[in-house]
């Protein structure tokens, strides 16, 4: 995740289609405030590890702090000036301190707290900015729907403490097939989506390698329980252009998959199925 507040951002690229992705980003202007306030600087950013940093200022110096949590460095916190106050590194590294407990409670907020996978509300959000960039920049954007069959069954067969963990080992194994762009979310009970800067043909064949992956998993605690998916597939085009309405075809084709004898993917690439969710 990258924030800059004080300049323009680099254009579009597919790793931005998730840009300003906290919905606390207003949280950070009051810290931003006070380094500029306090360190004489000019410009402040904010760049969260595996985002690439914003363009600097031209004949500025700079200095950064780490902003580190729970001991592990998760992105920097850069000053630009042309001239700073005495003092300002060790302020800066004070500020950082105030930004790391930020970034931490959202991402609680933002997170699951069974799976680890994003909230219905973290993922929705991320999926109406995917496809807003689709509509600005035609970076392609696609979501898959699935849900685990019968997975009532294995709560009532081998118990709710079964259930739990064959949701965890799923998103688990869901997330460690994803690229860095993509994003996996819960979105209620044993359904989730999964949403891919990817074209139709590239979002077919990551649902069919999913689809698979789950099928094969095997939960360490209860080897016995045997689960699958039904998985739909929708992406972004001419017809399918709102958020809203990429959900409604992906329900559609999940719909399709479960009653087509489930364990399976269903899409039909580069075209909607209309009647399905008109």
């Known amino acids: 995740m990258n924030m800059a507040f004080d300049f323009p951002e680099p254009s579009v690229a597919v790793s931005e289609a998730f840009a ?3 919905p606390t980003a207003e949280q950070y202007d009051t810290i931003l ?5 306090t360190t004489g600087a000019r410009h402040v950013a904010i760049q969260f590890d595996g985002a690439p940093l914003p363009p600097a200022p031209a004949n500025m110096a700079s ?9 592990r460095r998760i992105g920097l916190l850069r000053a630009y000036a042309r001239e700073f106050e005495s003092g300002a590194g060790h302020l800066l ?3 950082a301190v105030l930004v790391a407990e930020h970034h931490a409670l959202w991402s609680v907020s933002q997170c699951d707290m069974l799976t680890k996978a994003l909230t219905r509300r973290a993922f929705m959000a991320d999926l109406g900015r995917a496809m807003s960039t689709w509509q600005r920049s035609g970076i392609p954007c696609s979501l898959v729907m699935f849900d685990l069959d019968h997975f009532k069954k294995i709560n009532d067969t081998h118990g709710h403490a079964a259930g739990d963990a064959v949701l965890r080992a799923v998103a688990h194994v869901v997330q460690s097939e994803l690229r860095p762009c993509d994003r996996l979310g ?3 009970g044993e359904e989730f989506g999964v949403l891919l800067l990817a074209d139709s043909e590239a979002a077919v064949e990551i649902a069919e390698r999913l689809r698979r992956v789950i099928e094969g998993t095997i939960v360490r605690d209860f080897p016995q329980v045997d689960f699958t998916a039904s998985l739909g597939v929708a992406t972004a085009s001419g017809v399918i252009d709102t958020r809203d309405a990429v959900i409604a075809a992906a329900d559609a084709y999940l719909y399709e998959a479960k009653t087509s004898g489930r364990n399976c993917v269903k899409a039909l690439v580069g075209v909607p199925l209309l009647d399905a969710w008109d």
């Open 186 to 188: 819960r979105l209620g």
């Open 93 to 95: 590294a004070g500020v």
């Open 63 to 71: 200095i950064q702090a780490p902003i580190v949590h729970q001991g």
């Open 33 to 37: 405030y006070l380094v500029r306030q």
């Open 20 to 22: 300003a992705s906290d």
